[in-house]
């Protein structure tokens, strides 16, 4: 089976870095992406590393190692709007969908 | 402006109703996928369209319908047969690559009477 596995809930505090994992069990996929989601709203796309390494896009910068089936968003200079949901993603290659994690609550502090 | 639409943002089913959200992209995406998503949870994929025509059931699409009669349009049905539809639903849009990224609307968020 697919699934995705992350930490439930993370706090930090506005200016500091956090750094949210995904760990994963699937037997294949093309690619990891990460997607933010404000209460009430709809996901937003952050990132896609299709390959291993690191993608930086401005303050947001994911991670991800096929060998040891984990990746990881990585958020600098936190702001107070970073407060959200964040959920990694899997397009597996066995069909067309994309599998979701749970998603990981970030609270910012000031 | 390009983007996907839903409506309508809110919709109030009673027992032994069907419904209907609407989803609608002019993102000229191929594939289109709904998701429902409860409090606190992710998001689960009921059924997903790759091409006009064709679609595929997700992970939960008992007591759902789709139909794909055009490109911009994923129509997603609640029928009485879901017996536990109050949630938050997503349809969302991607070019239909393998690197694909997908686009979300705003969501319908769905009560039962």
């Known amino acids: 089976g697919q699934s995705l596995e992350q930490p439930s809930e993370v706090t930090a505090v506005e200016g500091a870095i956090v750094q949210i994992n995904c760990t994963y069990q699937t037997s294949g996929f093309y690619g990891l992406s990460w997607y933010q989601q404000h209460d009430g709203g709809a996901p937003t796309f952050l990132s896609y590393n299709a390959l291993d390494g690191l993608e930086e896009t401005g303050r947001f910068s994911s991670f991800l190692s096929r060998s040891d089936s984990y990746g990881y968003l990585l958020l600098q200079e936190l702001q107070m709007k970073d407060s959200a949901s964040y959920f990694c993603?899997?397009?597996?290659?066995?069909?067309?969908?994309?599998?979701f994690g749970a998603g990981t609550r970030l609270f910012v502090k000031a | 402006d390009g983007g996907i639409t839903q409506s309508p943002k809110y919709l109030f089913r009673k027992e032994g109703q069907n419904v209907t959200l609407s989803c609608e992209q002019n993102?000229?995406?191929?594939?289109m996928y709904w998701y429902r998503q409860d409090p606190g949870q992710g998001l689960r994929l009921i059924y997903y369209?790759?091409?006009?025509?064709?679609?595929q059931k997700g992970d939960i699409a008992e007591g759902y319908s789709v139909s794909r009669e055009k490109k911009e349009s994923f129509p997603l049905t609640v029928t009485s047969a879901q017996k536990n539809p109050t949630a938050f639903y997503l349809c969302a849009s991607s070019i239909g690559s393998v690197e694909e990224t997908q686009y979300f609307g705003p969501g319908t968020r769905l009560l039962v009477l």
């Open positions: 993102l000229n995406h191929d594939a």
């Open positions: 369209s790759q091409i006009v025509n064709d679609f």
């Open positions: 993603a899997v397009r597996w290659t066995g069909g067309f969908k994309t599998i």
